[in-house]
């Protein structure tokens, strides 16, 4: 039975930009089963298709409108641009 994979990769804070490393775990088919941050004063932002973190100092509202503003629309499908 084939193992998960795991990578660490460093990922900006969502709102300011700080980097933290994060602990990423791949299944074997490549899909991303978990993560966690491994630097200390960084929190997850949970997201369904991608590792987001923030410092834990920002507010909620704070990381909300951040995530609003890097991926507007993320509720729509993605628009393909020709
Ligand atoms: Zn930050």
Same mark, same amino acid.
Not at 29 to 44: D, K, P, Y
């Given at each position: ?23 990423? %775990?791949?299944?074997?088919?490549g899909r991303m @089963?978990? =993560? !966690?941050?491994? *630097?200390?004063?960084?929190?997850? %932002?949970?997201d369904e298709t991608r590792?987001l @973190?923030? =410092? !834990?100092?920002? *507010? ?7 995530v609003e503003r890097h991926y507007p629309g993320r509720e729509q499908p993605e628009d393909s641009e020709d």
């Amino acid at each position: 039975m084939p193992d998960n994979t795991n990578i660490v990769e460093p990922h900006g804070c969502i709102v300011c930009g700080k980097i933290f490393n994060l602990l990423i %775990v791949h299944s074997p088919s490549g899909r991303m @089963v978990a =993560c !966690s941050v491994i *630097s200390h004063g960084g929190q997850l %932002v949970p997201d369904e298709t991608r590792p987001l @973190v923030t =410092c !834990s100092r920002h *507010s909620t509202k704070e990381v909300e409108t951040a995530v609003e503003r890097h991926y507007p629309g993320r509720e729509q499908p993605e628009d393909s641009e020709d």
